[in-house]
Nanobody
């Protein structure tokens, strides 16, 4: 099982980025994929997840400024982020999740992380 996160970079406040989590070694169509971020000195926090049938759930961390969607042709899950703020600066990670109703559990499978830096 492999997850490859990409798409990070440096942007100015108000800008946009689209991150991608390419997967391999899994049955992509049935797996939930989640995006998290971790800023320096802070705990990792959930941003959003999408189930195998495309159902998306957004955490409060970036709600209203992100969209998570599946790319079946590439076995990838993308995270489009808009109106970025300096406080969004963090390393962004993807994870295979296990959604049980309102609860999202993490698996041991993580992407390597991609750095997003937002300047004011």
């Amino acid at each position: 099982v492999q997850l490859q996160a990409s798409g990070g970079g440096s942007v100015q406040a108000g800008g946009s980025l689209t991150l991608s989590c390419a997967t391999s070694g899994i049955v992509f169509s049935i797996n939930t994929i989640a995006w998290y971020r971790q800023a320096p000195g802070k705990e990792r926090e959930l941003i959003a997840d999408v189930t195998g049938d495309g159902g998306a759930t957004y955490a409060d961390s970036m709600k209203g400024r992100v969209k998570i969607f599946r790319d079946p042709g590439r076995h990838a899950v993308n995270l489009k982020m808009n109106n970025l703020k300096p406080e969004d600066t963090a390393v962004y990670y993807c994870n295979i999740g296990i959604r049980e109703g309102d609860i999202l559990k993490q698996s041991i499978y993580w992407g390597q992380g991609t750095q997003v830096t937002v300047s004011s």
